[in-house]
Structure formats: structure tokens, C-alpha cells
């Protein structure tokens, strides 16, 4: 059964740093895992893609330079490390697999998602 489980989010103040992990389960880590973001009344977007070998990843333009993603395929994990927090940061964040082990932001061809984790930036 494929699970994924994020974890890591919480409140922060503004310039603040969070590390999120999404523990995956069920499946190997072949498959490029994503991260995105849904804010109150917007639409889910996508933040952050790491591809199945690790070796190449990709970012928002709202968070490059400030985040960075990474995974561990001996413990099925990968984290987003969020620096520079900025209050337009908050929103649930989710992890998802992807049915290949190439990247894209978009949310076509994630087909196992997480239940999501609250980051709040605020002071």
C-alpha cells in the first residue's frame, strides 16, 4: 500500500526556517516526489520536484533560492528545507509521487498524495 506522510510543519516567525520531511512507504524511490502548496482560497501549486535519481531538481520561482529539496532513498524520505520564510509562504504542504522519474511542477501524473502539513509564517 503506498503511503506518504509528511511531517516538520508548524508555526514560525517571519525570516524563520522549517525543514518538512515526507516519509514515503509502499514504494521504492524510483519515482520523482513533488512538493506543493495549497493557501486558503488558492489553488494547489507546485513548489519543489526532486527526480527519482536525485539527481536533478526544479523550484518555483516564488521559492527559489530559499528552499531546497533532498531525498534519502535509503530511509524513502525526502525534505524540503525552507529558509527565509516570508508570511505568502503559509499554506498546507503536501508531498506526492509521481508515476514517472521525471519532474514537472504541474499536478498532472502525481498519482499518491500526502494528507499535508500546516506551515504558518507569521509573527
Known amino acids: 500500500q503506498v503511503q506518504l506522510v509528511e511531517s516538520g510543519g508548524g508555526l514560525v516567525q517571519p525570516g524563520g526556517s522549517l525543514r518538512l520531511s515526507c516519509a514515503a512507504s509502499?514504494?521504492?524511490?524510483?519515482?520523482?516526489i513533488g512538493w506543493f502548496r495549497q493557501a486558503p482560497g488558492k489553488e494547489r501549486e507546485g513548489v519543489s520536484c526532486?527526480?527519482?535519481?536525485?539527481?536533478?531538481?526544479y523550484y518555483a520561482d516564488s521559492v527559489k533560492g530559499r528552499f531546497t529539496i533532498s531525498r534519502d532513498n535509503a530511509k524513502n524520505t525526502v525534505y524540503l528545507q525552507m529558509n527565509s520564510l516570508k508570511p505568502e509562504d503559509t499554506a498546507v504542504y503536501y508531498c506526492?509521487?509521481?508515476?514517472?522519474?521525471?519532474?514537472?511542477?504541474?499536478?498532472?501524473?502525481?498519482?499518491?498524495w500526502g494528507q499535508g502539513t500546516q506551515v504558518t509564517v507569521s509573527s
Open positions: 506526492a509521487k509521481k508515476m514517472a522519474s521525471w519532474c514537472t511542477l504541474g499536478r498532472g501524473f502525481y498519482d499518491y
Open positions: 509502499g514504494f521504492t524511490l524510483n519515482n520523482a
Open positions: 526532486i527526480t527519482g535519481s536525485g539527481g536533478n531538481t
